[in-house]
Structure formats: structure tokens, C-alpha cells
């Protein structure tokens, strides 16, 4: 299997996170300042993806570039985010229940409040009395 294209690779990153620093993604890809220049600019050239401020600048992708397709082979092993939250879920109940901890945990990713991330997709509550 050959080793898919920086092109690919730095779109489907961009997919999963919206947007990154410059830095990051070098990193992330391992990229040399040269190549990363390269690509980014075959990409802004395209409109899959745009500039955006901060510390040393950064890229988000474009709906153009959230409607390609890359990596074709990649597959997740779960189905969507939400199969996750019961098993974390229960992983952070027996956590709670080992440490004879006060806690209770709850899936909360249904109350959903206007904006992305405005609120935890799982929510832990723990109680205690502190002495002074």
C-alpha cells in the first residue's frame, strides 16, 4: 500500500480538526518547512483551504475541502463519536467506584447548547467536604 499524498494527509487532519497552527501541523505531518509551504499553497491555490490568524498563523479547511475526499482507506474502528461516550462512560463509573469516590458520571452529549463545543459531551460530578 502506498503512502498517501501530504496533500491528502493535510486535508483529512484539517477534516477531523477544523482548523491548526502552522507549527502543529508541520509536526503533526512531519513535514520540512519547505514541503509544508508547498502544499499549503497548492491547497490555498485550490480554496480547500484559507488562512487563518493567530501565533504564527494557521489553516482551517474550506466547505470545498471538507467535501473531499481523501485517505479512502482509512476506516475508523467505532461506528460515530457518541459509541464512545457510554464506554468512557462506564470506564470513569468503576474508576469512581474503585477510588470510593463520591462521583457520578453522565453522558450529557444530548443538551446541546447553540455553538460548537459550548458544552462537555460527558459530565463528572463529584462531591466532598473540605476542612480548614
Known amino acids: 500500500m502506498s503512502r498517501p499524498a501530504d496533500t491528502d494527509r493535510l486535508i483529512w487532519l484539517l477534516q477531523e480538526q477544523g482548523r491548526s497552527s502552522n507549527r502543529n501541523i508541520r509536526s ?30 494557521g489553516v482551517q479547511i474550506t466547505t470545498r475541502g471538507m467535501k473531499e475526499k481523501t485517505l479512502p482507506d482509512a476506516v475508523s474502528s467505532v461506528e460515530n463519536e457518541k459509541a464512545l ?6 470506564i470513569l463509573d468503576a474508576e469512581a ?8 458520571v453522565i453522558d450529557t452529549s444530548a443538551l446541546r447548547k447553540s455553538g460548537k463545543w459550548s458544552n462537555p459531551d460527558v459530565t463528572k460530578f463529584r462531591s466532598g467536604s473540605f476542612q480548614s
Do not use: H, M, W
Not at 497548492?42 to 483551504?49: M, T, V, W
Open 28 to 57: 503533526t505531518l512531519k513535514l520540512s518547512d519547505d514541503r509544508y509551504a508547498k502544499i499549503k499553497q497548492e491547497l490555498l491555490d485550490e480554496k480547500l483551504i484559507e488562512k487563518v490568524k493567530g501565533q504564527g498563523g
Open 97 to 104: 467506584t474503585e477510588n470510593e469516590e463520591p462521583a457520578l
Open 85 to 90: 461516550y457510554s464506554p468512557f462512560v462506564s
